[in-house]
């Protein structure tokens, strides 16, 4: 079965700063998805930013990007030019590429941002 | 505009009572989706449904029901059978079973007391 761990349970940045979340998973596949979603406060789940393991480029999206390394399992969301509103829970997620409906989500990391 | 809504936001109950939560959609998808949060936990899937009149186990399946007569509707109840069923519960869909992306709702919180 695959996991997903999330080794920081809390981050903090300061607004403008440009900060780090990791991830790892384990999984014996070699196709498969990972995601960030972000959690605020209201609790909404959004989709920040995906990537697709077959893709060797590293995803991006706006202030996000992401570090994938297919071979060491790890895949890191940077957020640079951090602002107030990306205070959040922030949870990776995997899904295998074919015959699972699942995600698998990490215990995500609270990522705080200061003024 | 198109979304995922569950209602009500807030939801108490006494313990022994079932309790049935909406979840509707308008974005025209097959698949939906039932995840349970706990405080320090990530999500863990309770039911999924690929197509109307269909739906399977999730991880954590136990003391919960579904049903899905209609593609817009994927309504959850906990049962008195579920031994810690306080928790944040959301609801997801996606375009079809196989599509990597879920969208997610604005979630239930449930209190059993």
Redesign the interface.
Known sequence: AQT?TQSQ?EMSVQEAETVTLSCTYDTSESDY?LFWYKQPP??????VI?Q?AYKQQNATENRFSVNFQKAAKSFSLKISDSQLGDAAMY?C?Y?S??GS???V????TKLTVNP | DGGITQSPKYLFRKEGQNVTLSCEQNLNHDAMYWYRQDPGQGLRLIYYSQIVNDFQKGDIAEGYSVSREKKESFPLTVTSAQKNPTAFYLCASSPTWSSYEQYFGPGTRLTVT
């Open positions: 997903v349970p998805y209201s609790r909404q789940m959004i989709l995906r697709e949870f997620a899904r590429a074919g409906e699942k995600l989500f990490g215990k995500g």
